[in-house]
């Protein structure tokens, strides 16, 4: 049996899965995140990608059965899902799942959001699609609402978190990503669902529970936040303008 996506045929009734997990100065939690995403996907393969820390992430990672890629400097979020996606199309993987290292994201529920890339090439895990409570700090929240309100227009299908970094990405998407992937400031979650959009791709989202932070810092403050609105938008349209990238058999 195959599962039909935009991508194309898969060739077995499974999957070949890999689980990003993009990891910063989280030696405080990675051992536990780790232990639970191996639990949860015991067949999927673990990628994790120390981007640049300063503690014993990567050498807490190294203790388990998974692979690590270590960055010699700091390159964001969207630096570590390149080296990811780049590993992920080298080795001819099916799914992509996009996991954080800081402990927010529950890892047993990844496989809906892995089984709804037979449908859609890009799956958001929503925190606030599940009918379960998220804390979120007033203006904080009402960025991401409003965010979220743009990128359902610029994706044409509704979307309720559009900057969460639970994901799951299709072979099709993949590819794209592996050779171009926004790494700046909001690229990795805003400009890169415009590029998939441009790209032909599809955009979804499923509904999560997601948990607070168990480590580290969270990257945005109630300062930085009142801003985040207008970035986003002013990186919308960065995406929108930008030369479309060519790479042959993804992109119509």
């Not at 599962?3 to 045929?9: C, I, R, S, V």
């Not at 570590?80 to 780049?86: I, L």
């Not at 805003?190 to 441009?198: D, G, K, T």
């Not at 480590?215 to 930008?242: C, D, E, H, K």
């Amino acid at each position: 049996m195959t599962h039909q996506t935009q991508g194309g045929d898969w060739p077995t009734a499974e999957p070949r899965v890999l689980v990003v997990m993009p990891a910063f100065n989280e030696a405080a939690c990675i051992a536990t995140v780790l232990t639970e995403v191996l639990d949860a996907l015991p067949a999927a393969d673990v990628l994790v990608v120390d981007d640049g820390s300063a503690d014993a992430t990567a050498a807490i990672a190294r203790r388990f059965p998974v692979k690590v890629a270590r960055h010699s400097f700091n390159m964001g979020v969207g630096g570590a899902m390149r080296t990811g996606f780049r590993y992920a199309s080298a080795n001819a993987y099916d799914v992509v799942v996009q996991i954080d290292a800081d402990g927010q994201h529950v890892a047993s529920q990844a496989q809906a959001l892995i089984d709804a890339t037979a449908h859609v090439d890009i799956v958001i895990g929503s925190r606030f699609g599940s009918g379960v409570g998220y804390d979120v700090h007033l203006v904080r929240g009402t960025s991401m609402r409003l965010v979220a309100r743009l990128m359902s227009l610029v994706v044409g299908n509704t979307l309720t978190d559009s900057t969460s970094g639970f994901r799951a990405f299709s072979k099709a998407a993949i590819e794209l990503f592996a050779h171009h992937y926004p790494c700046e400031y909001l690229g990795d979650t805003v400009e890169s669902l415009v590029l998939a959009r441009r790209s032909g791709l599809r955009v979804g989202e499923v509904g999560v529970v997601m948990r607070q932070r168990a480590g580290g810092r969270p990257s945005q403050g109630t300062v930085s936040s009142i801003g985040y609105a207008g970035r986003a938008v002013a990186t919308v349209f960065l995406g929108m303008v930008r030369a479309k990238p060519v790479t042959g058999g993804v992109l119509r």
